[in-house]
């Protein structure tokens, strides 16, 4: 099996505003020379984590979505990111995961954000979805997501990678810096985790601290505070070494 080559895009955004948010993307995703099979973006990456559903929601045939799966075939690269998407008279803090050859793929995040009334504006998704990449199987998570490991949990190893995109305040980043490695050594799988960085329309400051964990809990890259376009090279050897060499899957409840 290849190894996998994922790049984060760790930025600030926009507050609120979309056509600004595309551009910035736009610049960052040509901006990448190195070799890579997928590029994560944060949560909501097109306005900010913002409660403001009516006016800023997107449906699936608009024009977000659109940029999302050209961006992809233009790459001729996987592109995953969440924004606020409007269907059947309601509201989703959904990720996309485009592929470049049109095929879109959906998550809705499940956990959502009560002290900030997200369940009040958002519909909870109830779903996990596994992407295919390469040979990899990959799980994607939204942020709150990431404090739920029963939600999380890697039965029989059913996934290789689990992705968190997120919009996480600095004021709680030593919870991000915890659960990021224990969700890696618990399901002995790769972790990534995206987020952004800088001050939202709500004043709340983001740090980043975008990881990449490897399945003994390892930190294989971390950035604070600054933007950063990183490629981490995850190993499929090493992964499947350290479930042979250390099968405490087997004896999950």
């Given at each position: ?50 409660m403001n559903a009516e006016k800023l929601s997107q449906e699936m045939d608009g024009k977000a979505v659109g940029w999302l799966r050209e961006k992809s075939h ?65 799980r994607p998570f939204i942020c709150y997501d990431l404090r739920f490991p029963c939600w999380t949990r890697n039965i029989n190893n059913s996934y290789d990678v ?5 919009n996480w305040p600095e004021k709680r980043t030593s919870h991000w810096k915890t659960l990021l490695p224990a969700r890696a050594i618990e399901n002995q799988c ?64």
């Open positions: 099996m290849q190894d996998l080559k994922v790049t984060l895009i760790q930025t600030s955004l926009f507050w609120e505003n979309i056509e600004s948010n595309l551009c910035l993307f736009d610049e960052k995703i040509d901006s990448i020379r190195d070799e890579t099979d997928l590029i994560v973006l944060p949560e909501m990456f097109t306005t900010g984590f913002s233009s790459r001729q690269t996987d592109i995953t990111g969440s924004m606020i998407i409007s269907e059947n008279g309601k509201y989703f803090n959904r990720l996309l995961w485009a592929k470049p050859d049109g095929t879109l793929f959906h998550y809705d995040k499940r956990h959502l954000f009560r002290m900030t009334g997200e369940e009040k504006v958002y519909s909870a998704g109830d779903r996990n979805i596994t992407v295919e990449l390469k040979g990899w199987r990959i689990a992705i968190f995109i997120a790769y972790v990534i985790g995206l987020n952004r960085v800088g001050d939202d329309g709500n004043g709340y400051y983001h740090s980043g601290d975008s990881s990449v964990i490897d399945p003994a809990g390892i930190i294989i890259f971390r950035k604070q505070d600054e933007e950063s376009v990183f490629t981490a090279s995850l190993s499929y050897t090493a992964l499947q070494e350290y479930r042979k060499s250390f099968p405490a899957w087997m004896d999950a409840d």
